[in-house]
């Protein structure tokens, strides 16, 4: 069965400092990985996906993230926070055909300080 | 709508109370996804439908909770004689597959949840 660790439960970074969210999977064979946001109040939504080929990916609002199959990580990364940016990060595995739920790490918060 | 949308937003009920969370997917969407969001927990999985049928209820955690989708649309997810330790937000999301099979590479849109109190 496929897991998911995030070290980090809560981070806080000052406005316009780059960020790193670390993510840790478990999983036999090749992964699909997966980076959601959830602000206050909303639902989650996606920022990022990796299935295969690169293994640096581009997202929305100016996030990345890098597989590395060697240390089985999925990083989220963004050069400069937003004040927007405050929320929780949740990094996500799937299994891929026949196996359709995701499984997701316990999230990291994340504040922003001026 | 444009989106997933879930009801009620907030639900609080006594200890042994049943309770019915709704949740309507995007229009068109084939795939429907229950999970839990306990308190310092991540998403945990629930259950799934692919049109009305369930192919994976495992992470059901008791007979106490259901669910049901009818029309390929609407679904509702059942917890029966309620406990404390149910208290949660209850998220669904729904997908549509890209590829005729679903599959995890599918993207599911989240609804905003429902927030649930037992007391």
């Known amino acids: 069965a496929q897991s998911v660790t995030q070290p980090d439960i809560h981070i806080t970074v000052s406005e316009g400092a780059s960020l790193e969210l670390r993510c840790n999977y478990s999983?036999?064979?090749?992964?699909?990985l997966f980076w959601y946001v959830q602000s206050p109040g909303q639902g989650l939504q996606l920022l990022l996906k990796?299935?295969?080929?690169?293994?640096l990916v581009q997202g929305i609002k100016g996030f990345e993230a890098e597989f590395k199959r060697s240390q089985s990580s999925f990083n989220l990364r963004k050069p400069s926070v937003h004040w927007s940016d405050a929320a929780e990060y949740f990094c996500?595995?799937?299994?891929?055909?026949?196996?359709?739920?995701?499984?997701f790490g316990t999230g990291t918060r994340l504040t922003i300080i001026p | 709508g444009a989106g997933v949308s879930q009801s009620p937003s907030n639900k609080v009920t006594e200890k042994g109370k049943d309770v019915e969370l709704r949740c309507d997917p995007i229009?068109?969407?084939?795939?429907l996804y229950w999970y839990r969001q306990s308190l310092g927990q991540g998403l945990e999985f629930l259950i799934y439908?692919?049109?009305?049928?369930?192919?994976?209820k495992s992470g059901l955690p008791s007979d106490r909770f259901s669910a049901e989708r009818t029309g390929g649309s609407v679904s509702t997810l059942t917890i029966q004689r309620t406990q404390q330790e149910d208290s949660a937000v209850y998220l669904c999301a729904s997908s549509m597959p890209t590829s005729g099979v679903t599959s995890s590479t599918d993207t599911q849109y989240f609804g905003p949840g429902t927030r649930l109190t037992v007391l």
């Open positions: 229009s068109g969407h084939t795939a």
């Open positions: 990796y299935f295969s080929g690169d293994t």
């Open positions: 999983y036999g064979a090749t992964p699909y």
């Open positions: 439908f692919q049109g009305n049928s369930a192919p994976d």
């Open positions: 996500a595995v799937g299994a891929g055909f026949g196996n359709e739920k995701l499984t």
